[in-house]
């Protein structure tokens, strides 16, 4: 978190603020006048981060629980022994997974495999930025999959 001080003319301090709520999340801003007829403002702000969608948002077009589990084991069955899989195997089984533990009824454990799956996705395809493993297996999925309905489209 940092704070910005800007000194601009009264009348350009809504649009300040507005664009600088665009470019970072900030707290009220504070306006006090100067000493030459101009406008201090001070924003409390921190960087915007990645927009995480809700999984809802992200499983929208999902397939079926099932369907996608018996997918990702098909995949792994019909692989050698210690084959290394591609980037899209490792995010459906994390993403399958995350909609397991999501699920009503859903306990721990799935909690712990859904957590262990989105870990080693993140080790298979690093993340930009520090984060939320299991945010960042439905960003990406909900990315995935918009590239597999074009595709197929």
């Known amino acids: ?82 084959t290394h899989l591609d980037r899209a195997y490792y995010l459906r089984k994390a993403a399958v997974l995350d909609r397991i533990a999501l699920a009503e009824g859903a306990d721990w454990r799935d909690d712990l495999a859904a957590e262990a799956a989105a870990d080693h996705f993140l080790d298979v395809a690093p993340a930009p930025a520090p984060c939320d493993p299991r945010a960042y297996v439905r960003q990406q999925y909900a990315r995935w999959a918009a590239t597999q309905e074009r595709e197929t489209a």
């Open 1 to 82: 978190m940092f704070e910005i001080r800007i000194i601009c003319a009264p009348a350009d301090t809504e649009r300040v603020v507005r664009e600088l709520g665009t470019a970072f999340r900030t707290g009220e801003p504070r306006t006090y006048p100067a000493r030459d007829g101009r406008t201090r403002v001070y924003v409390t702000a921190e960087h915007r981060g990645p927009e995480w969608p809700t999984p809802e948002h992200a499983y929208e077009d999902a397939p079926d629980v099932l369907d996608a589990l018996a997918a990702v084991t098909a995949t792994a069955a019909g692989a050698e022994c210690f």
